[in-house]
């Protein structure tokens, strides 16, 4: 076995990197195409998810196939290759199959424990088997991965260590509240009708939105995903929309989750800027004792804190109270006194209120909180425009460095153009190098964040977009629009960082552990098995041939006597050959077994090419009989 990954993933590379590098479906066929077709490959799988890229395959040369993988990855990837260096790793032989066996598991995921990744292994393997670039190697790899996962999830509680993106998404829109409490009620739009958008609509309708409305390219797939949804006996109202709706849509919703193919924006700022214009104000909800409704959203805009903690105290009595104002929808009633608040006004006829020991004119006097909001944040924006840089949130955009000292990395991307840079480095190095790449997306991780916000820049959240795209569906910019709130892939990877990990992750590690020993030690006895099989066969031909010498000396035999000798001589030569080929097994088994089959090849003086032809008649009997991904 010679097994090699190259890949990148958002534990090495930033995700503007990985955004480019993106795959789509034709991009992948070719580069399996094209990995075959170069010299060092015999075999080949490409595994690409909205956060990793990584190209699987089976090679007689490690230094010639990690550059002819890496130019190939950067050619069909549209990422120079100088560029995209640094930002990739390399595993080889026993190392690549404990990777993509934690891959499996969801302890490489952005969210540890997803299994989500299971489904998107399964469909990289079906694409091999497709295309005829999976043979013996990449099918045995990745069926058992897909067995360790499932095992890894039925094991442990590896799934309470994380969700899926999804969830954990959803999570951080709803900030510092369930996430049922917080959906309660709202309107959703999901853009696209693929696995991932499927499985986004499956989850707001579990925890609890009022209606869904599903828009796509493909008018069949929404209008089917929208009825499932119906169906699902969740109590959900769904219905389907053109592409060409969706403006309008954003008028309308609450929450939005995109994940499209589309290789450009599927939402631009000028687009929720205008939603989020001609869409209605949000109803006003419940006033809690500290002046915040119950969503944890906030006052409404025009609801200054002043105002709110005087009606957290109550009104006081100075004289004769006025008599209680006509409700409006935008206004509550509070110990008797009507405020107008979308105004902001205080209807007081004239009446003086002593509010924290200030009088206000009640006739004359208007509390301006929305100028003060714009006003502020013209502010930050102004402050963040003469810092050069712009203001944070959960959208906000960060820069990974690929280490902070160059030295300590065996790859240097500055040599020449890209494959001079791995040229001669051993396969050691180079998984060191995905190592020095992981300290550098740590270090990263570890610069101080800006808390999560249920408001944005002081106004309650109108829109809440959740983008899990790759490249991105929605433009980052909107996370300057106020009232809108962005949560993407970059802002996932800065909140799963700092995520607890259970103590069901080092079990899972303990059956990864234990499956690549037994994997490693399954294809080096099935790498045995061609020869052990020609020597039987070897075996078989010379018992033939001394039993028909034996009819030709004794030809008085009868047919009884004539199967007696046979069978003995058969029963001689397999006591013979039992006990040297279980224990060649056994041994090759071992690390360093692999010279055992050559010995006997060697010592019984078998013919290479017999050998080769029952290795291709076995390769040829697996894809027939369990050649499609389970």
């Known amino acids: 076995m010679s097994l090699l990954v190259v890949g990148l993933s958002h534990r090495s590379a930033p995700v503007s990197v990985l955004e480019r590098a993106s795959l789509n479906a034709d991009a992948k066929a070719k580069l399996l195409h094209d990995t075959l077709a170069a010299e060092p490959a015999a075999e080949a799988a490409v595994l690409a998810t909205c956060n990793r890229i990584e190209l699987y395959a089976d090679v007689d040369k490690f230094h010639a196939g990690v550059a002819e993988l890496s130019t190939l990855l950067a050619q069909h990837s549209g990422v120079a290759l100088e560029e995209l260096t640094p930002y990739l790793y390399v595993h080889y032989e026993d190392r690549a199959v404990h990777h993509l066996f934690s891959v499996a598991c969801g302890l490489d995921s952005m969210v540890v424990g997803e299994g989500q990744i299971l489904g998107q292994i399964k469909d990289a393997l079906a694409l091999g088997q497709e295309l005829h670039t999976a043979g013996r190697l990449i099918n045995d790899l990745f069926q058992q991965a897909l067995r360790v996962g499932k095992?890894?999830?039925?094991?442990?509680?590896?799934?309470?260590?994380?969700?899926?993106?999804?969830?954990?998404?959803?999570?951080?829109?709803?900030?510092?509240?369930?996430?049922?409490?917080?959906?309660?009620?709202?309107?959703?739009?999901?853009?696209?009708?693929?696995?991932?958008?499927?499985?986004?609509?499956?989850?707001?309708?579990?925890?609890?939105?009022a209606e869904i409305v599903v828009a796509n390219r493909t008018a069949e797939?929404?209008?089917?995903?929208?009825?499932?949804?119906?169906?699902?006996?969740?109590?959900?109202?769904?219905?389907?929309?053109?592409?060409?709706?969706?403006?309008?849509?954003?008028?309308?919703?609450?929450?939005v989750v995109s994940c499209t193919g589309a290789t450009g924006l599927v939402l631009t700022g000028d687009d929720?800027?205008?939603?989020?214009?001609?869409?209605?104000?949000?109803?006003?909800?419940?006033?809690?004792?500290?002046?915040?409704?119950?969503?944890?959203?906030?006052?409404?805009?025009?609801?200054?804190?002043?105002?709110?903690?005087?009606?957290?105290?109550?009104?006081?009595?100075?004289?004769?109270?006025?008599?209680?104002?006509?409700?409006?929808?935008?206004?509550?009633?509070?110990?008797?006194?009507?405020?107008?608040?979308?105004?902001?006004?205080?209807?007081?006829?004239?009446?003086?209120?002593?509010?924290?020991?200030?009088?206000?004119?009640?006739?004359?006097?208007?509390?301006?909180?929305?100028?003060?909001?714009?006003?502020?944040?013209?502010?930050?924006?102004?402050?963040?425009?003469a810092a050069g840089v712009r203001l944070a949130d959960a959208g906000v955009a960060r820069t990974i460095a690929p280490g902070t000292d160059r030295d300590d990395c065996p790859v240097d991307p500055a040599a020449g153009d890209g494959r001079a840079a791995i040229a001669g480095v051993d396969a050691s190095?180079?998984?060191?190098?995905?190592?020095?790449?992981?300290?550098?997306?740590?270090?990263?991780?570890?610069?101080?964040?800006?808390?999560?916000?249920?408001?944005?820049?002081?106004?309650?959240v109108r829109l809440a977009l959740l983008d899990l795209a790759m490249p991105r569906d929605i433009d980052a910019a909107v996370h300057r629009i106020p009232g809108v709130r962005l949560v993407d892939i970059e802002s996932l990877a800065e909140a799963s960082a700092d995520a607890p990990m259970a103590a069901d992750v080092d079990a899972v590690r303990g059956i990864v552990t234990e499956e690549v020993a037994a994997f490693g030690a399954a294809q080096r006895a099935a790498h045995i098995t061609p020869t052990v099989v020609a020597l039987r066969a070897m075996a078989a031909e010379v018992v033939a041939m001394e039993v028909a010498r034996l009819d030709g000396r004794v030809p008085d035999l009868d047919e009884r006597q004539r199967a007696e000798v046979t069978q003995t001589v058969r029963r001689v030569v397999d006591k013979l050959l039992h006990a040297p080929?279980?224990?060649?097994?056994?041994?090759?088994?071992?690390?360093?077994?692999?010279?055992?089959?050559?010995?006997?090849?060697?010592?019984?003086?078998?013919?290479p090419q017999t050998v080769a032809s029952v290795s291709r008649a076995d390769a040829a009997d697996q894809n027939d009989d369990s050649g499609r991904a389970s």
């Open 151 to 209: 095992r890894a999830h039925s094991e442990t509680g590896i799934d309470r260590a994380g969700q899926s993106l999804v969830t954990f998404g959803l999570e951080q829109l709803a900030v510092h509240l369930p996430v049922g409490e917080w959906a309660a009620g709202k309107r959703a739009l999901v853009i696209g009708a693929g696995s991932m958008s499927s499985l986004a609509a499956a989850t707001l309708a579990r925890v609890g939105v």
């Open 429 to 460: 190095s180079l998984e060191l190098h995905g190592t020095w790449a992981d300290q550098g997306e740590a270090a990263a991780q570890r610069q101080p964040r800006r808390g999560v916000r249920a408001q944005v820049d002081g106004v309650a």
């Open 272 to 385: 929720v800027a205008a939603a989020v214009s001609r869409g209605a104000a949000p109803d006003p909800a419940p006033q809690t004792p500290a002046g915040l409704d119950s969503a944890g959203v906030g006052l409404d805009v025009a609801v200054s804190r002043d105002s709110a903690a005087y009606t957290s105290a109550g009104l006081k009595d100075r004289g004769s109270a006025p008599d209680p104002a006509p409700q409006t929808p935008a206004g509550l009633d509070v110990a008797g006194v009507g405020l107008d608040v979308a105004g902001a006004e205080l209807d007081s006829a004239g009446a003086g209120l002593d509010v924290a020991g200030v009088g206000l004119d009640g006739v004359g006097s208007r509390l301006d909180v929305a100028g003060a909001v714009a006003a502020g944040v013209v502010a930050r924006l102004a402050a963040a425009a």
């Open 581 to 607: 080929t279980v224990r060649v097994k056994q041994l090759a088994s071992e690390p360093g077994g692999a010279g055992y089959a050559e010995a006997l090849r060697e010592l019984f003086d078998l013919d």
């Open 221 to 255: 797939r929404a209008e089917r995903l929208a009825e499932i949804l119906v169906a699902s006996g969740t109590g959900v109202g769904a219905r389907a929309v053109a592409m060409s709706a969706v403006a309008e849509e954003l008028t309308r919703v609450d929450v």
